[in-house]
């Protein structure tokens, strides 16, 4: 699991770029980037999903690669570490939670899930944060290190200012 202050720094990292972003294309935060945003999140889940493959009970095809579900991972982490910005969600006071090893991949979605369902009904801080414990859980469930995590993420955050400098 990530330490808070790991999340701090992506949060922090995330700031910078929704902050570019923003002042780029002249965009106020209102609800309806904060819906974007959502969606957001919830397309780059399926994607991690669709990538992960275990689902695909009619197909033999393997699971992608660890470097290409890593990816897909921290796309999640953009949008779900900008929505907690947004709510005003103080990383520094995550609290530690244990990983069930016995849930399936299939119920830690799920759970995913049912927790954007709720947050979504009601934007609180105390949704936001079960969505991301449940969110977080699959880096439990992938074994990503907290290296990996840093990585991976600094290395998306300078695609991602270099598209914005490209106009994407």
């Known amino acids: 699991m990530l330490k808070p202050e790991i999340l ?35 397309v780059e889940l399926g ?13 033999q095809k393997p699971s992608s690669e660890r470097s290409v579900l890593l990816e897909e991972y921290i796309d999640g982490i953009h949008f779900i570490v900008s929505i907690g910005n947004e709510v005003g969600y103080n990383f520094l006071e995550y609290p530690a939670a244990t990983f069930n090893k016995n849930l399936s ?3 830690i979605y799920f759970n ?13 801080v105390f949704n936001y944060q079960n969505l991301l414990r449940d969110f977080l859980t699959i880096s439990q469930a992938f074994d990503f290190t907290e290296e990996e995590i840093i990585g991976a993420y600094n290395k998306k955050n300078k695609i991602n200012f270099n598209r914005q400098e490209e106009n994407y």
């Not at 294309?25 to 919830?42: G, H, L």
């Not at 947050?119 to 609180?124: C, E, G, S």
């Open 8 to 42: 701090h720094f992506l949060a922090q990292q995330q700031r910078r770029l929704d902050d570019f972003i923003y002042k780029k294309k002249n965009i106020k935060f209102d609800s309806t980037i904060s819906n974007k945003k959502i969606i957001a999140f919830f």
């Open 47 to 59: 994607e991690f999903i669709n990538e992960e493959k275990s689902f695909k009970f009619w197909s």
């Open 105 to 107: 991949i299939e119920i």
């Open 112 to 124: 995913i899930i049912q927790s954007l369902a709720s947050y979504i009904l009601d934007k609180t």
